[in-house]
């Protein structure tokens, strides 16, 4: 079985430069921005991301975008050689030291590449997304992301889509898939700092 090479998720932590000079050494801005390689089965693989928080930092869990009405809705694969999707914007946040960033997937659909079908002689299925997503897929940090003030912290995440979409059927000699099967898992690649050091990953 195989599928996509991979997506990305880079997380930008930048120093804040707002009204208040107390406050502004405290607080840091986060953004997070989604990329996307070239696909073997699937023409397009779109997903609705209607949330992506961090968890920590004494604030329990803090929304960079929650919009459960108007979910971010990307095809994946549109997100390939240098282009990017922006998940979050640019937004300020304390200082302080995040343990987890989660991404909320409301649900997930693909299209299969010309000559290809489901066992239903569509091209077009809908994916079901584990109910456990809910609250949000779990990136798996190298560490804590330490969001210091002041500062510029670059952590790139790796959304694999082999990993994550698998497909089921007997596709190579009857060009058929069964089912797709959405496993979803978050690695963390790397992380530098402001001056571009690589501080883990």
């Known amino acids: 079985m195989?599928?996509?090479s991979g997506v990305a998720v880079a997380a930008v932590v930048l120093a804040a430069c707002k009204s208040d000079p107390v406050q502004?050494?405290?607080a840091a801005h986060i953004q997070v921005l989604l990329q996307d390689d070239p696909a073997e089965l699937i023409d397009i693989a779109e997903v609705w991301i209607s949330r992506v928080y961090l968890v920590g930092g004494g604030e329990g869990q803090l929304d960079l975008f929650h919009d459960p009405d108007d979910p971010h809705h990307f095809d994946l694969l549109e997100l390939q050689n240098g282009v990017v999707?922006?998940?979050t914007g640019e937004e300020e946040i304390p200082a302080g030291r995040y343990g987890q960033l989660r991404l909320v997937v409301d649900?997930?659909?693909v299209t299969l590449r010309e000559g290809y079908t489901f066992e239903d002689g569509e091209s077009v299925q809908a994916v079901q997304v584990p109910s456990g997503s809910r609250s949000g897929i779990k990136?798996?940090?190298n560490g804590e992301?330490?969001?210091e003030p002041e500062s510029m912290t670059t952590v790139l995440v790796d959304f694999d889509v082999k990993e994550n979409f698998v497909?089921?059927?007997d596709w190579e000699d009857r060009a058929e898939v069964r089912n797709i099967l959405f496993t979803p898992v978050l690695k963390e690649v790397s992380r530098t700092s402001?001056?571009?050091e690589d501080v883990g990953g």
């Open 107 to 109: 649900r997930a659909q």
């Open 194 to 196: 402001a001056n571009g």
């Open 139 to 141: 990136v798996l940090l």
């Open 145 to 147: 992301i330490e969001a």
């Open 24 to 26: 502004s050494q405290r």
């Open 167 to 169: 497909i089921q059927g």
């Open 85 to 87: 999707a922006d998940l």
């Open 2 to 4: 195989g599928l996509l």
